[in-house]
């Protein structure tokens, strides 16, 4: 079973940039595609990035498309989100988790995935 642990979050300013880590440790992560979702007080848990088994193929939310990034190291077991021009509509905790299955292309439905992270918190100052 893996575990992961998601680092990176703080509080900044609008406009400002944060880079998120996905630390994984259990089994190797290389096989499986990875989600990144965020859920805002009040708010159901929304799908934000997801990245492919190998790293060649990345989705995004609309809302976040152009201003965040995802990517992988698979030789670290770690996968990020860079989320650069960030507006306090992005305030949120976000978590990592991976897919159910191996060898997929990463699903912006949170039931596709197996093994959550606990969260770390984001905050954006107007």
């Known amino acids: 079973q893996v575990q992961l642990v998601e680092s990176g979050g703080g509080l900044v300013q609008a406009g400002g940039s944060l880079r998120l880590s996905c630390a994984a440790s259990g089994h190797p992560i290389s096989n499986y595609a990875i989600g990144w979702f965020r859920q805002a007080p009040g708010n159901e848990r929304e799908f934000v990035a997801a990245i492919n088994w190998s790293g060649g193929r990345a989705t995004y939310a609309d809302v976040v498309m152009g201003r965040f990034t995802i990517a992988r190291a698979n030789a670290r077991n770690t996968v990020y989100l860079q989320m650069s021009n960030l507006r306090p509509e992005d305030t949120a905790v976000y978590y990592c988790?991976?897919?159910?299955?191996?060898?997929?292309?990463?699903?912006?439905?949170?039931?596709?995935?197996?093994?959550w992270g606990r969260g770390t918190q984001v905050t954006v100052s107007s």
């Open positions: 988790a991976e897919d159910r299955l191996q060898f997929r292309s990463g699903s912006d439905s949170s039931r596709d995935y197996a093994y």
